[in-house]
C-alpha cells in the first residue's frame, strides 16, 4: 500500500474527512454500545461525570453519636408526623383530604434515608405504603400525585421535583423497578406540559433540583429527550447567574418590600447547586464557577458566623439578631453534599460541616419533639410578640413549635442529618473511596470485585481524632481520598505505626497502596480558636468546625398543647446575656480555656455539651432588647466599668438562647 502523500497529512481531502469520521463515529458507538450493555453509569460522555459519585444509603452505616442523633430524630417528630400532622397523616398525596402539595413529598424525602439508614422496619414500613400508593395511582396520562392541590393551579410541577427525590433515593434502598418507569412516564408528561405551561413562581426558582433527577434517570435509561427536557426547563428556570451578577440587595429588604422569588432565602439555598448541577451537560467552566460568587455574595452582604445566611424569609443583612429559615439550613446542606459530588472541592465539606453542627441542631429541641422556623445567631428571647425584627415573618417565627409562622419546615426539616450521614462517604472512579466529611460512620462497597470496609471511630467534631481502619477480604489496590479541613493547624497522618506525617490542610489527601486485611489510620486534625470580625466588628469564636456561643439559663413556658411529645414554647433567658468579652481578637488563644468532656446521648444540648470554654468578660448595660431581640451591637471596641466576670461558651448547636456575634472591650484588665 503506498503511502500518503505527505500534503494529505497537512491537509487531507474533504472526502477523505467524511469518511474517516464517519468510521470514527460507527466506533465510538459501538464502544458506546458495549458499555451501556454492562453499565448504567458513564452512558455517555454528554454529561459530565461528577468527581464524586454517592455511594448507595445502604453502603453506610452512622455510629457513635451520629447514630443516637438519628434515633432521636426518628423518636421525634420526624417518626410520628404522620401518625397526627394532618398535611402528612390524611396527605393529598396518599388519598387524604388535607394538603396534596409539597409537604407529604416533603417528609417523604427525608424519612427515605431516615428509615434506611437506622435499618428501622417500622419507618421502612412507612416509606413503602407511600411509594407503594403513588406509584399505583399514578395518572393515565403519567402525572404523580394530586393533578391540583388546594389553592395551587392544575399540574404544578414543583411538587414532582420533591417526589423524585424521594423517589430516586428509594429505588436505590429497594431496589424497585416501578419507579424508574413511573418517573419516565411523568417526565413524558412534564416535557408536553411545559410547552404550554412553563416554569413559574417555585419550580421556576428550584429548577436544578429537577435536573438532579433527569440525570439519574438517564444515567439509567440513556435516552436523548431526558437532556432535552433538561435544556428546556434550564431555559425556563430562574436566571440565578444573572441575579447574582447585578447583586441589587446588600441590605436588609425594608418591611414594605413586595414577596420576590429571587430574595427568598430557601430559593437561594437550593440555587447554590444549580449551576454546578447544569455544567454536567453545558461542560461550560463560567456554569462551575458561579458557585463561588453566589456563596461569596450571600457571605458577604448577609452571612452569619455559622456560614449560614439570613433569610426571615427574605435577604436580612448582617445583623446576627435577625434570622434565618430551617428549611435554608437543610437546603443548603444539600446542595453543599451535591456541590462536594460534582465539582469535590474541599471547602464544601468545610461549610457543609459546619452548618451541620451549628446551625441545624440549633433549631431544634434536643430531643427534636419541636422547632423553629427562624433562628438568631445572637438569639436572646424566643417569644410570640411583636414587634418584630424579621423582614417578612411573624411573632411566632423564633418559638420552638410544632409548625412555628408556616408549616413548610415542619415538612421539609427530615433530610438534614440523613443526608448528611448518607453523603459521608463517596466513590472517586472505579478504584477510589472519599471520605468528603467527617462523624462517626461505617462503609461497606466492593473495589475491583474485593468488599472493603472502612470503621471511622470519633468524636469529631468535638474531639481532633479520627481513626480509620481499613479491612478487606483481599488484597486490593485503591485511592483513599480524605478531606483535611482548611482550617486544621498542622494536620497529620499516622499508617499503623509509622511515624506520622504532615498533611496539607485544604486538600483531598491521596493515600494510594495495596491494602491487605486490616490497617489502622489516624488522623489528627489540631483546633486552634480563632475569631471571625463580624457586624459592628463585632467577633464570634471559633475552634475546628464548631462556633461557640454564650450559655444562657433557660426558663421554658409552654404557650399551646399539640399532639404526643408536641407542644408549642417560648423560652426566657434567665441570666445576663448583654456582655462584651474580654478578649484580644488577634490572640484569642491567651483569654480562652477550652474543656474537654464525655460525649453522651445527647451532645447537642445545654446540658450536654461535651465541651466548654471559659472566658471573661463585663456587662453592658446599654446594650438591650430591642422589637423582641437583642437590640444593635454596639460598634466595637466598647467600654464598660462593670465588674469582669468568668462567662461559659459552648459549642452554638447545643444552644437554644445565644451571643455568638460578641461586642469586644477596650479595658481587658482587673
Known sequence: MRPLPDIWLKKPPLTVVVVVAM???????????????????????????????????????PTGWLRKQLRIQADGLSGHLDEFWPDVAQSGWIGGAAEGWERG????????????????????????????????????????????????????????????????QYAEVSGDERVVEA??????????????????????ARWGDLLLSLYWLYERRPEAWLLELAEKVKKQGLDWRAHFADFSYRDKLPPDAKFDFPTHGVNNAMALKTYAVWSRQSHNPADRDAVHAFIDTLDKYHGQATGIFTCDE???????????????VV???????????????????????????????????????????????????????????????????????????????????HQGWPKFAAHLWMRHGDDGLAAVAYAPSTVKTTIKDVSVQIDLETNYPFDDTLTFTVKTAQPVTFTLYLRIPGWAQKPTLMIENEKAVNVAAGVFYRLTRLWKNTTKLKLQ????????????????????????????????????????????????????????????????????????????????SPQGAPITAVVKGRQLSQWTIESNAAGPLPFCPVDSREPLEELTLIPYGCTHLRITEFPWLTNNSE
Open 23 to 61: 468510521l470514527f463515529s460507527i466506533a465510538v458507538a459501538l464502544m458506546t454500545f458495549q458499555t451501556n450493555s454492562f453499565k448504567k453509569i458513564e452512558t455517555s460522555s454528554i454529561l459530565a461525570a461528577p468527581v464524586f459519585a454517592p455511594l448507595p444509603i445502604t453502603d453506610i452505616e
Open 105 to 168: 413529598p416533603y417528609w417523604l424525602d427525608g424519612m427515605v434515608p431516615l428509615a434506611y439508614l437506622l435499618d428501622d422496619a417500622v419507618l421502612q414500613a412507612k416509606v413503602r405504603r407511600w411509594m407503594d400508593y403513588i406509584l399505583t395511582h399514578q395518572a393515565e396520562d403519567g402525572w404523580l400525585g394530586p393533578v391540583q392541590a388546594k389553592d395551587r393551579r392544575a399540574y404544578d410541577a414543583w411538587p414532582v421535583f420533591i417526589i423524585f427525590k424521594a423517589m430516586t
Open 183 to 204: 418517573m419516565l412516564r411523568c417526565c413524558r408528561k412534564l416535557d408536553a406540559l411545559l410547552d404550554t405551561q412553563p416554569l413559574s413562581d417555585w419550580g421556576k
Open 314 to 328: 427574605h435577604y436580612a443583612g448582617l445583623n446576627p439578631s435577625q434570622g434565618t429559615e430551617l428549611c435554608a
Open 331 to 413: 437546603e443548603y446542606m444539600f446542595s453543599m453534599e451535591t456541590l462536594l459530588s460534582i465539582l469535590g472541592e474541599p471547602a464544601f465539606g468545610d461549610r457543609l460541616e459546619r452548618i451541620a453542627f451549628n446551625n441545624l441542631p440549633a433549631t431544634f429541641t434536643s430531643d427534636m419533639w419541636a422547632h423553629q422556623f427562624d433562628q438568631q445567631a445572637n438569639q436572646v428571647v424566643c417569644r410570640n410578640a411583636g414587634p418584630v425584627v424579621y423582614t417578612y415573618n411573624g411573632p411566632d417565627a423564633n418559638i420552638f413549635g410544632l409548625e412555628p409562622c408556616y408549616g413548610c419546615c415542619t415538612a421539609n426539616m
Open 525 to 604: 486534625l489540631p483546633m486552634t480558636v480563632t475569631t471571625q470580625q463580624r457586624y459592628h466588628n463585632s467577633v464570634a469564636i471559633t475552634r475546628g468546625p464548631l462556633v461557640y456561643a454564650l450559655k444562657i439559663a433557660e426558663n421554658w413556658k409552654k404557650i399551646k398543647e399539640q399532639p404526643q411529645k408536641s407542644g408549642d414554647w417560648e423560652v426566657y433567658p434567665e441570666s445576663p446575656w448583654n456582655y462584651a468579652l474580654a478578649i484580644d481578637p488577634q490572640d484569642p488563644a491567651k483569654s480562652i480555656a477550652f474543656r474537654i468532656g464525655d460525649v453522651g446521648d445527647c451532645p447537642f
